[in-house]
């Protein structure tokens, strides 16, 4: 009788046990699965050696040229550019609410930019008559002048003009981290750390800033809240690195 409680009592004790471990299974197997990635992650937009998730604007044949990658610096050279027309580069995809940062730098004398809100419709010639512009220039371009501060490093050309001038000598490395969102109506622009632009993106204010500026009569600009994003060709040699966004 003894030997048979006994046996019982180890069953039961083997059960128990065997209950025990399988429980963290059964709450491993029933645990959610990690959420998928959202649209607040970031997204690479520089590629080691390719142009991959660009392109150059309104470059169906293929013949435009200008822009070379290495080690994940995308470089645009002017005297290196063939074709004909706009030779800016474009993102294939397209974007509304973002915030988006990256380094430049540039040689003396030269010129860039970067655009948002851009279309690709024949009907625009270039990327400017539609995009938004953030201007990247030579410091020394216009240095104090308080009539071009709207032509300025980091001013929303010709309508914004940036608190103050934080570009750093050409050759440097420059950090711009940009936002864009529409939903609140604001656009911000860091430059090497500091806040120093914003203004609305719609409503009667941007309507007086567009009509006060040189693309009055340019009936798409400004018009497209998703478009492509853009690095605009001009006259000189200007770098970009380490192009991230982050949908909003």
């Avoid at 169906?60 to 990658?69: A, L, Q």
């Avoid at 915030?99 to 860039?112: A, G, H, Y």
Wanted: aromatic residues 10%.
């Amino acid at each position: 009788m003894l030997n048979k409680t006994f046996n019982i009592l180890l069953v039961a004790f083997a059960a128990l046990l065997i209950s025990c471990q399988d429980a963290p299974k059964k709450e491993k197997e029933n645990a959610p699965e990690p959420p998928e990635s959202s649209k607040t992650d970031w997204i690479n937009l520089s590629n080691s050696n390719s142009l991959e998730g660009w392109h150059i604007f309104q470059n169906e044949s293929g013949e435009k040229t200008g822009w070379f990658v290495e080690e994940g610096v995308y470089t645009f050279n002017s005297e290196a550019a063939k074709g004909e027309g706009n030779k800016s580069l474009i993102t294939d995809e397209k974007f509304t609410n973002f915030e988006i940062q990256f380094e430049w730098k540039l040689s003396p004398n030269s010129n860039s930019g970067f655009m948002w809100g851009v279309s690709e419709d024949s009907k625009y010639d270039h990327p400017y008559v539609t995009g938004p512009e953030i201007q990247i220039i030579d410091a020394e371009t216009y240095g104090d002048d308080p009539e071009n501060q709207i032509h300025t490093a980091a001013a929303l050309y010709d309508m914004v003009a940036p608190d103050r001038v934080m570009a750093k000598a050409a050759g440097e490395w420059n950090t711009y981290h940009i936002t864009i969102n529409h939903e609140t109506n604001s656009g911000t622009v860091v430059h090497n750390g500091e806040e120093i632009n914003r203004f609305p993106l719609h409503g009667p204010e941007w309507d007086t800033m567009v009509k006060n500026s040189k693309f009055s009569n340019m009936e798409g600009f400004g018009k497209y809240q998703e478009g492509h994003l853009c690095l605009q060709d001009h006259p000189g040699i200007i770098s970009y690195k380490n192009i991230k966004i982050r949908r909003l």
